[in-house]
């Protein structure tokens, strides 16, 4: 007994120690731009724009295959933080700001049949099936993916209530700062 417990905890060491070693022979380097890019991403992993997640989407606006304005829930911000950060000029008259949407359930038409749920990126829809489902405000980042699966249309993306919670200074005009 005492044996095969020695020779278990020396042969858990010694695989421990050969996995750490081969992990730093066999490392993949990754720039570390593709690393800043990916941190400046919003993480939802929502896939609305093509790629299945914002890693995938860093790495290719960084490759050049992805036009920056390609994160429809970093908006307009989010292009222009990256244009700076690439040095790259960016034409944001096309990009249309985008008002922040949570979606919501329409109790009366809700036949829980738990296709939102299912495409959620982000579980922010919960419930049961044929059951009413609910959805997790604080959770929900305005994706739709939700509202382009649910066949009775109870799903719908409404603007975020300003409340104290959400609410921030609006940003000044632009032809008011220089006066």
């Known amino acids: ?14 695989l421990g120690f050969g996995l750490g070693y ?28 093509g790629y299945p997640g ?12 992805a036009p920056i304005t390609i994160c429809p829930p970093g908006g307009r911000a989010l292009a222009e933080d990256l244009a700076s950060k690439l040095g790259v000029a960016v ?17 009366a038409t809700c036949i829980g049949c738990t296709r939102c749920f299912k495409s959620c990126p982000t579980d922010a829809i919960v419930g049961a099936p044929k059951q009413l489902h609910l959805v997790i405000q604080d959770a929900c980042t305005g994706c739709g993916a939700c509202v382009d699966v649910c066949p009775t249309e109870c799903l719908q ?11 921030k200074w609006t940003k000044p005009e632009a032809g008011l700062a220089a006066a």
């Open 157 to 167: 993306l409404h603007p975020i209530k300003e409340t104290l919670r959400t609410w």
């Open 54 to 65: 914002c890693r995938p989407a860093a790495e290719a606006i960084v490759r050049g295959d």
């Open 91 to 107: 034409n944001l008259s096309d990009l249309a700001d985008h008002v922040p949407m949570l979606a919501r359930v329409n109790e």
């Open 22 to 49: 081969a992990a730093r022979i066999l490392k993949v380097e990754v720039s570390p731009i593709i690393e800043e890019v990916s941190a400046m991403m919003p993480g939802s992993q929502c896939g609305q724009c």
């Open 1 to 14: 007994m005492f044996a095969a417990v020695v020779s278990l905890t020396v042969l858990g060491i010694s």
